[in-house]
């Protein structure tokens, strides 16, 4: 394997590390979104835009080369096969090795890219979810304080019979005002909730397609011991 396949298959069980890292059950969303918060990230955070964008093509561009030699090896296979004289038997090794070593590399290169950008997703559905969880922290905390508030004003009694009317009055729409708010938290909950089930199943979706490659790059690593 040349030294550039070397090190985009570096790059590529980097990538599965990565992955693995982010969906460990026991480091929470809040401890990565402080992370991608940092002051150290947030600083390189166009440089980093740079980069994301600089390794796609380059990856992308690998990914081309690879399948342009998959159909250089293809078709010479091809002619051998309709020639009418059959090629050397180790000529036929040497392009059965080549036309491999090009599907080879089109794997490696294609999950290299798919992966890169389903971390780029999970980042971004780390740190859409960690949101959601404190403004649904906020979201009841501000129902409980509505409700208190509400009890408050019910139990607080009468002192002057002349103000009596405008007291009940005010206790009226104050506990009115206060009920809206609580329906308006309880169904903001309830939409934040409907979005963190949504998020939830987005990443199993994206655990099962990460056991997918991974038996696929094992599958390819197998083939490539046997092949050295």
Do not use: C
């Amino acid at each position: 394997m040349s030294i550039h396949w070397t090190l985009i298959a570096g790059f590529l069980y980097a990538e599965i590390g990565v992955i693995l890292l982010l969906l460990v059950p026991f480091i929470s969303t809040r401890m990565w979104n402080k992370v991608f918060k940092s002051r150290f990230l947030r600083g390189l955070e166009s440089q980093l835009i740079y980069y994301f964008y600089v390794l796609v093509a380059i990856l992308i561009l690998f990914f081309l080369d690879a399948i342009r030699e998959m159909q250089k090896y293809s078709s010479e296979e091809q002619q051998q096969k309709t020639a009418d004289h059959p090629s050397h038997l180790d000529a036929q090794m040497q392009l059965n090795m080549r036309l491999f070593r090009a599907q080879r590399n089109f794997y490696i290169a294609g999950f290299a890219l798919f992966l890169f950008l389903v971390i780029k997703k999970l980042v971004s559905l780390i740190s859409a979810n960690a949101g959601l969880q404190v403004a649904k922290e906020a979201a009841i905390k501000q129902a409980e304080s509505a409700s208190r508030a509400a009890e408050s004003l019910m139990t607080t009694p009468s002192v002057d019979e002349s103000t009596g009317t405008a007291d009940i009055k005010d206790l009226t729409e104050a506990l009115e005002k206060a009920k809206k708010e609580a329906v308006t938290a309880k169904k903001d909950v309830a939409s934040m909730k409907s979005q963190s089930e949504s998020l939830a199943k987005e990443f199993d979706r994206l655990m099962g397609e990460k056991d997918q490659l991974e038996r696929k790059v094992n599958i390819m690593g197998d083939g490539d011991k046997k092949d050295d």
